[in-house]
C-alpha cells in the first residue's frame, strides 16, 4: 500500500499537471490478507493490494471526474487532461459550491502492528483450524477471516492535504446443516486482543445447532428480539434514506419536516462519531472537509442531518463533512452509535413471554423511501421463544414494514451492543425487542 509521503508526492503531481484549474484528489487505498473457507476447510489464501485515484476538476457550473488505478505518471497526466477536455462537453448545471480551503491538515495514523502479526497467513489459518475442530460432525462452516489494511489520502488545488491509515480484522462464520439450517456471527475489530474469533465462530455453531426441524409460521404481526446484525441492517438504509440533507431538500426522506419532533420512541438516541472507539474512523469525508460529530436523534426528537458541500449550499449552511463523492445521494452518515439500554440481551430473552428471536435480515429494499418502508427477508436463524427460552426454529420470513412504525414500538433495548457493517464502516447497535413487527410472507419448504 501507498505510504503518506508517496500519496501525497502523486497528489502534488496531479494538481501541478491541473495547475489553473479548481482541482481535487481523493486516493483510496487497500492492502487484504484474506483466508477464505468452505466445507471447513481453508480453501483458498489471497492478498490483494488496490489503489484508486479519483481526479475531479471543477469548472463555474459542472465538474469533470476520472478514476483510474493506473499510477504512472504519463497516465496520470492523460486522466487530468482528460478531465480538463471533458469541461467543455458537460451540460451547465447549478453553481459548484466552493472547495474546502483554510483548514487544518488532519492526519491520522491508528495502524497496529500487534493486529497485523496477530493475523497473519498462519495465525489466520491457525485461529480456523481450531474453530474447525469444535464442529459437531453433520454442521459444515463457511466464511471468511482477514485482514486488512486501508489508506485515504486528499489534496486539492487550495493546499488542503489530509491522510488516515488504519488496519483491521473482519471475520464472519456461517454454520450450515444438511437439511439448510444455518447460523451466522460476524466480528469485526481495529484493536488487539478484541477479535474473539472462538466467541463468534460458538455463536454461529449454537445457532445452527438449534436451525433444525424448522416450523412454518403464518404472516402475521409478531413481537420480535432483533439481534444486533439486524438492528445494523435497518440502521444502513435508515442512514441512507432518511438522515441524507439531500433526501430532506428532495423531500424524499421519511424525515422531511421532521427535524425538532418526536419521530421515534423516546428511548432511541443515535449519533454519527467517527470518534468512537467502536467504529472505523474516518476523519474527514471524499471532498477533504472535517467529519462532525452529528446528534442524530436524541431521546426520539430528530436533530442533525448530514451535508455534502452542494447540499449545504442549497441551506446557506456548512457541510458537516459527510460526502461520499455521491452528490445525488448528499451526505451519508457513516459511523453510526446508538444508546443502549439497561438489560442484556440474554435477559431480554429470558423476561420474554413470547417473541421471535431474529439474527439478520438480507436481500432488503427500500419499498417507499418517503414512508421509511423497507422489505427483506430473514437469514441464518430465526427462533421462537416462549416463556424465557428458545424452544425451536422457523423458517425464513419476509418482512415488510416502517423504520418510524417499527422504532415506536420498542419495548426494550439491551445494555450490550455490537460492531456490524454499515455501507462504508461499521456501526456500533444493540438488541432490540420491538412489538407487532409486520411479517408479509414465508419461504417454501425445503425438499
Known sequence: MLSRKEAFDLIDFVLAEASGHEARVLIMCGAEGLTRYANSEIHQNVFEDSTRITITITGDDCRSRISTTTLDRESLRAAVSDAIENLEY???????????????????????????????????????????????????????????ETGMFFGN?????????????DFSALVSSADGGSGYAAETTERPGEADIPGAFSRAHEKARLNRNREDLDP?????????????????????????????????????????????????????????ENTASLPFDFEGYPRQRLTLVQDGVVRDFAYDA??????????????VDMPQRGGIPLHLVMAPGDVSTDEMVTE?????????????????????????????????????????????????????RILNNVVTISSDRQRTPGFYGNFYVPSIKIDNFHFTGGTEATK
Open 90 to 148: 458537460l451540460p451547465a448545471g447549478d453553481t459548484q459550491p466552493p472547495s474546502v480551503s483554510s483548514v487544518d491538515p488532519i492526519s491520522l495514523d491508528l495502524y497496529s502492528e500487534d493486529l497485523e502479526n496477530a493475523f497473519d497467513v498462519h495465525r489466520r489459518s491457525e485461529h480456523l483450524q481450531k474453530a474447525f475442530s469444535t464442529l459437531e460432525d453433520d454442521l459444515t462452516a463457511f466464511g471468511r477471516l482477514a485482514h486488512a
Open 157 to 169: 488545488s487550495h493546499g488542503v492535504r489530509h491522510s488516515v491509515r488504519s488496519n483491521g480484522v
Open 220 to 276: 402475521g404481526r409478531y413481537t420480535v428480539i432483533l439481534e444486533p446484525l439486524a438492528v445494523g441492517n435497518i440502521l444502513a438504509f435508515m442512514s441512507f434514506i432518511g438522515f441524507s440533507a439531500r433526501s430532506v431538500q428532495n423531500q424524499i426522506s421519511f424525515l422531511t419536516g421532521r427535524e425538532g419532533q418526536q419521530a421515534f420512541d423516546e428511548r432511541i438516541s443515535i449519533v454519527d462519531d467517527h470518534t468512537d
Open 310 to 323: 452542494a447540499s449545504a449550499q442549497i441551506d446557506g449552511v456548512s457541510s458537516t463533512g459527510h460526502s
Open 352 to 404: 420474554t413471554r413470547n417473541a421471535l428471536l431474529v439474527t439478520r435480515f438480507h436481500y432488503m429494499n427500500v419499498v417507499n423511501p418517503r414512508e421509511g418502508q423497507l422489505t427483506g427477508l430473514t437469514r441464518d436463524g430465526v427462533f421462537r421463544i416462549e416463556d424465557g427460552e428458545v424452544v425451536g426454529a422457523v423458517r425464513n420470513m419476509r418482512f415488510t414494514d416502517s423504520i418510524p
